[in-house]
Every structure is written in structure tokens, then in C-alpha cells.
């Protein structure tokens, strides 16, 4: 019988946003200043609130900035209004060129051998990362999201994402169940999920990414940290999770070329453009050598 050809030649780059491609929540630069709300005044809040009453953090913001839109009578904001504030945002110096540069790099390093997906996976707002200017690159953005009602208006929190959950989304990126609507609770093959960890690198910036960072170096994929090279304690973070192991290397926050975050990246997709190839070489050795039907 013959064998099946080998197509587990995609490279998955898996990124969260705030602190890693944004210096700031993307709140902060859309709609808590639409509001007028002091950002360090609601981060305090929410936290206060979490603790105090054992909630998740995330539900607790979500549910406290849609209190804060409805007392606001001056100001309705609609789900275009999300995505439309979204072109506020900044971003860390050659994020908006990194995308493009890094689908170039492995085209040639593999000699088109291997192909790039890029992903988000966000606690922050997915109406938000829907307008950014760079969302053209990803495949898919996962992010906690609103309802909104026959009005256009947020009334009640219709997905979360935190810590520990982002971790069913590299499951669905490994096993090609990409859709919120598909069960990734059935077996699959290692040999027959699209993208193995062994092809995926996330990227984070803090002890928020540690279960992802986590799962994906303990299932043969890697992990790098990046830090705010301004605020001290964002390194300090970045510095605990390389010496737990959690991560293969740590970097400035600069996607520029030639930056010490682009050699790192480069070297670990050279690692995976290798196994790629090991791993398709052993797949066409068996099916030269598979026995007649």
C-alpha cells in the first residue's frame, strides 16, 4: 500500500499582543481613553475586584467595561467602533514589517519547502485586534469577545480567554481545528496533525504566557520571551522564565532587522526548517520502500 505524501511542512509563529507585539493593553490606547477612564485606575479596580471576590481577572474587566460604556451615556460604541479605534495602536519598533520579512526568510531558508502561519492568541479584545493594521498577516486571531445586541452594543461577554485557556487554541493550530466550533477532543495521530509542535514557536512576554509557553516546549516546539527594554521589571520576568526552563531564549521587544529578537527567531526557525526536512526525507525513504499492494 502506498504511503500518504508528507505535509507537515507548515511552520506555525503563535504571538500574544499586549507587552509583546503592543508596549501597552490595547485598551489603553482605544477604548478607555474613548471613555475617559484612567488606565492605571481601572487595572487597580479590576485586580481589587478579582481579588477580593475570587473572580477571574478577565471576566471581571469585561464585565467592568461594559458597566463603565453604560453609565457613559455621551458614548455608545459598536463593534465597527472597535475595530475602527484599533488603528491607535502601537507597537513595538518593526513589528508592522516583521510578518512579510519572516515568510521571506523561510521561503528561502527552505527553499519553498516550508511554509509560515501567523497567529494570535489574546486575552484582550478580538473587536479590537480585528482593526489593527497588521491582521492581514495572521490565519486566525483568537481573542475573548463581546455579544452585541440588535443594536450594535456589547451586552454580555460571548467567549473568554485567559492563562490556561490559550492553551486549547495551540491544540487547535496543532491538530487543524481552527474553527471555535470544532471539538478537538477526539485522538488524532501525531503523524496526521497539520501543524506537530514540533513546528510551532509562541512568542509572549510574561508569566500570563507561562502555560503556553509551557505546553509547547514540553511537546518539542520552543518558546522565546520578549521584554520592554524601558521598564526593568518586564526583563526581570523574561530573565525567571529562561532560568525555569520555560523558554529557549529571551529578547528585547525589537522586531527590526538584524535586532537580537530577529537573529533568535531566525535561528529557531532554521531548527525547525531542519526537522521539516529530516522528517520529509524519513516519509519519502518509507514510501520508496513500502511494500507493492
Not at 13 to 29: I, N, R
Request: glycine share 6%; aromatic share 10%.
Amino acid at each position: 500500500m502506498a504511503r500518504k505524501s508528507f505535509t507537515q511542512n507548515t511552520i506555525a509563529m503563535v504571538y500574544d499582543f499586549d507587552g509583546t507585539l503592543s508596549p501597552q493593553p490595547m485598551q489603553e490606547y482605544t477604548v478607555l481613553p474613548k471613555i475617559g477612564i484612567e488606565p492605571e485606575a481601572f487595572w487597580a479596580k479590576v485586580h481589587k475586584e478579582a481579588t477580593a471576590t475570587g473572580s477571574d481577572p478577565m471576566l471581571v474587566y469585561m464585565r467592568l467595561m461594559m458597566e463603565a460604556l453604560y453609565k457613559n451615556e455621551s458614548v455608545r460604541i459598536t463593534k465597527d467602533d472597535f475595530a475602527a479605534m484599533a488603528r491607535g495602536i502601537q507597537y513595538f519598533p518593526g513589528v508592522e514589517e516583521w510578518f512579510p520579512r519572516i515568510n521571506a526568510y523561510v521561503k528561502k531558508r527552505s527553499g519553498g519547502a516550508a511554509n509560515v502561519h501567523h497567529y494570535i492568541i489574546s486575552a484582550g479584545q478580538k473587536e479590537i485586534l480585528e482593526g489593527v493594521p497588521i491582521r492581514k498577516y495572521f490565519k486566525q486571531v483568537y481573542a475573548s469577545e463581546y455579544h452585541f445586541n440588535q443594536y450594535g452594543i456589547a451586552t454580555f461577554p460571548k467567549l473568554l480567554i485567559t492563562d490556561t485557556s490559550k492553551t486549547q487554541f495551540l491544540f487547535r493550530i496543532n491538530k487543524g481545528k481552527e474553527a471555535i466550533s470544532e471539538s478537538i477532543n477526539e485522538h488524532m495521530p501525531e503523524g496526521e496533525r497539520p501543524i506537530p509542535f514540533s513546528n510551532i514557536i509562541y512568542i509572549g512576554d510574561g508569566m500570563t504566557d507561562v502555560p503556553s509557553m509551557a505546553l509547547t516546549t514540553k511537546s518539542g516546539g520552543h518558546s522565546l520571551a520578549v521584554f520592554n527594554p524601558k521598564l526593568p521589571k518586564s526583563k526581570a520576568t523574561c530573565v525567571r522564565l529562561l532560568d525555569a526552563g520555560r523558554v529557549d531564549f529571551i529578547a528585547p521587544a525589537d522586531y527590526r532587522d538584524n535586532s537580537k529578537l530577529a537573529k533568535r527567531v531566525q535561528l529557531l526557525l532554521d531548527s525547525v526548517i531542519s526537522g521539516i526536512a529530516y522528517a520529509a526525507e524519513v516519509a519519502a525513504c518509507k514510501a520508496e520502500n513500502a511494500p507493492s499492494a
